[in-house]
C-alpha cells in the first residue's frame, strides 16, 4: 500500500514538472511561426527591392508586372484595398452595432438564444461563397441601378464583404456590452434614463473599448480577404477611386500572379512578398492600434 502511494507521488512529481514545459513548448509553436513568416517576408522582400527602387514601389501609380517594360508600383493595390475595406465597413459597423444593441439590451433570452447563432451562421459560410454570390447575384442587381457599373467592379465586393463581417462586429460587441454591470444600468434607469438613453449614454461608453476592438479586427479581416475580391473585383490595376470599375486588392494580385508564371527567383516572384510584407504591416498596424485604443479606453469593474 505504501509503495503504491509512493509510484502515485513519483508519477504526480513528473508529470507536474513535464506539463508546464509542454504547454511552453505548444505556446512557443505560435512565436516560432511568426518568426518565421517574418524573416521569409524580409529575406524575399530585400531581394525585390534589390531590383525595384523603394520609392518607386510605394510611390508608383503604374502596376504591370507581366509587360515587356515591366513596372511596379503598389499604389493601386493599396487603394483598391482600403476602398474595399471602406465599403465593407460602411455596411458592417452600423448594422453590426445595431444587431449588437438589439441582442444585448433589447432582445429576451430566448430571442437572444435563437437570433445569435442564426446571425453567427454566416460567420460559418466559405468566402468563395460570398465571392460568387458577389458576382453573379450582387453585381447583376447593382447594375439595374447603376448601368455604368462594371460587370467587375470594386462596389459589389465590398458590400458582401460587410455582410461577411457583420456577425464579427456584431458577436464581439454584444459581448462587450453584455459584460457591462446590471448595475449600471439599473441606476441609470432609476434616475428616470430611458432604455435608449441608457444604451447610447451608459452601456456603449462602458464597452466603448470593445466595440472599437471589434470594428479594428472587422478592418483587419476585410484588408486580408481574397477569394471574395478574387472573384468579384477582377484584375485591372486601375489607380482611381471611382468604385463602379474594377480595381485589384493586394491579396488578389498574390492569387493572380501565384497561378500565372512567375518563376522563382524573377523580379514578379518576389513582388508578391512585397505586396505580403506591404499587408502584412498594414494588418499589425491596426491590430496595434486596437490594443492602444483598448488600454486607452477599457472600464475595470
Request: glycine share 6%.
Amino acid at each position: 500500500m505504501i509503495e503504491k502511494k509512493r509510484n502515485s507521488t513519483n508519477i504526480n512529481s513528473v508529470t507536474e514538472k513535464f506539463i508546464p514545459k509542454f504547454l511552453l513548448a505548444i505556446a512557443t509553436i505560435s512565436i516560432l511561426t511568426t518568426i518565421g513568416i517574418v524573416i521569409t517576408l524580409l529575406t524575399e522582400t530585400i531581394n525585390f527591392f534589390r531590383d525595384v527602387p523603394f520609392l518607386d514601389f510605394y510611390t508608383g501609380i503604374e502596376l504591370n508586372p507581366l509587360g515587356d517594360n515591366a513596372v511596379f508600383g503598389v499604389l493601386p493595390l493599396l487603394t483598391g484595398t482600403i476602398i474595399s475595406t471602406i465599403i465593407a465597413m460602411f455596411v458592417a459597423i452600423p448594422i453590426g452595432l445595431m444587431a449588437a444593441i438589439f441582442l444585448s439590451e433589447y432582445a429576451s433570452e430566448k430571442v437572444r438564444r435563437i437570433l445569435k447563432p442564426i446571425l453567427e451562421i454566416l460567420a460559418g459560410i466559405p468566402t468563395i461563397v460570398y465571392g460568387f454570390f458577389a458576382f453573379t447575384f450582387v453585381t447583376p442587381l447593382l447594375r439595374s441601378f447603376i448601368p455604368a457599373l462594371d460587370p467587375t467592379n470594386i462596389l459589389s465586393p465590398g458590400l458582401v464583404m460587410g455582410i461577411m463581417i457583420i456577425p464579427m462586429v456584431a458577436s464581439l460587441s454584444e459581448d462587450a456590452m453584455s459584460s457591462v454591470p446590471n448595475s449600471m444600468r439599473e441606476g441609470a434607469l432609476a434616475l428616470g434614463s430611458t432604455k435608449l438613453e441608457v444604451t447610447f449614454k451608459i452601456v456603449i461608453p462602458a464597452a466603448i473599448s470593445g466595440i472599437i476592438a471589434s470594428f479594428v479586427l472587422g478592418i483587419s479581416r476585410a484588408i486580408g480577404e481574397t477569394m471574395i475580391v478574387a472573384i468579384a473585383s477582377g484584375s485591372n490595376k486601375n489607380f482611381t477611386f471611382d468604385i463602379t470599375q474594377s480595381m485589384q486588392t493586394m491579396t488578389a494580385y498574390i492569387v493572380e500572379v501565384t497561378g500565372g508564371e512567375a518563376p522563382a527567383g524573377s523580379t514578379i516572384y518576389y513582388s508578391l512578398y512585397a505586396v505580403a510584407m506591404t499587408l502584412f504591416v498594414f494588418t499589425l498596424i491596426m491590430n496595434l492600434i486596437a490594443q492602444y485604443i483598448s488600454r486607452k479606453y477599457r472600464e475595470e469593474y
